[in-house]
């Protein structure tokens, strides 16, 4: 196993990952002892191998795991979308023995919009004993989270710091990415010429680095735009089109980041009521109440409509499969697969053998019931994720109180 273990490494450093997979696959089809089961997890995560790692240590984590085999353990179930058992499983590490798992828990917590919950973590892990590169990640998302929970004075020193350390030791991704947090800061403080030339400065630090950096800095050039003009045609323009951008692109969250801008600087009920209905996070949802200037009462039930004219009275789908109501939770980001069986089987631990067989056959079953009602809806799979989508002219009730449930990224 050894053997195997330091091929994998060779494969990995000369960026043979396709090689790498194969050697992999074909060890996790053999029993694992345990002795090596913790570096063969990790690579099998480092190759997104993630549903091979989780099976990797799967065995071990009744037996009394490490604090590593925990981390480990969490890092794929949340890349896999089971988030809350991640988190579940990251508070039980020690941070004394594993720091890295307060870093981990606070960046999952992020993809849930979890800021607040995230922050804590984050202070910790700062003043612990880590690399000085951990600590700045650390440090960036800290003042990420500041920012959309509008602590911005606390911000500020922060970026400073973090401009200054990043500038100095020139790393440009990390550079260009606190430029985009300055820029931000500023435009929630309406200083918008400031914002202007962070938003340069980061478009120059980006200019040799391929990625989806200067996508964000397109979206935060069109969001400015509309908060510093507010809701002239070219502004509008330029986040509706920027929005479709992002969907096709399956940036569901840069989506709804649009529509929470658009609604709030158009006052546009209808648009708030959309973004908070079809957002499954509480701490975004307050937020949404605390921003919206307009009506901001609940009615007891949201009429989504999926496709057709709206000509059809909506439908009631609480006596369909409990799974039709969690497919109808969030309207931007489909859940995958882990999420689901979470949402399904909320006291059941994933398996990465039986989880999925048992939610693809939840799958099946209410697809099948769509159509014994003639239900002109169905369920999208695609690239892990699940979305509920109409055959034809169809629109469904959601009652006030779905969507409260988490989902993952």
Known sequence: ??????????????????????????????????????????????????????????????????????????????????????????????????????????????????????????????????????????????????????RLEEASPLLDELLEKTAEKKLATLYGTVLELCAQHAIFRARWKEAEKFLRKAETAFEKITGTEFFFIRKWKALLMLLRDGPTSEALEGVRAFRLEAISRSHWETARTCDRFLAIVCEDRALWLYLYFGSPFKSLRNKLVAEFKGDKSIPREYVWHLGGENRAPALRLNKAPMLASFLCRDFYRPPRLASLHHLLYPEEPY?????????????????????????????????GRYRLEATGNCSIRIPSEAGTDKLAA
Request: net charge positive.
């Open 351 to 383: 398996h990465p053998r039986l989880s999925p067989i048992k939610t693809k056959r939840a799958i099946v079953a209410l697809m099948r019931w769509f159509s014994k009602q003639r239900l002109p809806l169905a369920i999208h799979a695609q690239a």
């Open 1 to 150: 196993m050894k053997k195997t273990i330091h091929k994998v490494n060779e494969c990995i450093r000369a960026g043979r990952l396709v090689k790498a997979r194969e050697i992999l696959v074909k060890v996790g089809q053999k029993k694992i002892p345990r002795r090596v089961a913790l570096p063969l997890a990790a690579l099998a995560r480092q190759t997104r191998l993630l549903e091979l790692s989780i099976a990797i240590l799967h065995p071990w984590m009744d037996s009394e795991p490490s604090e590593a085999e925990k981390f480990e353990y969490a890092s794929s179930l949340a890349g896999i979308g089971a988030t809350d058992e991640a988190i579940a499983i990251l508070e039980r590490v020690d941070p004394q023995v594993f720091p890295a798992a307060l870093l981990l828990n606070a960046l999952t917590r992020a993809t849930q919009w979890d800021y607040s919950g995230a922050i804590p973590s984050l202070k910790k892990f700062v003043g612990m004993t880590v690399s000085s590169q951990q600590k700045m990640v650390a440090k960036l998302n800290l003042a990420a989270a500041l920012i959309f929970e509008a």
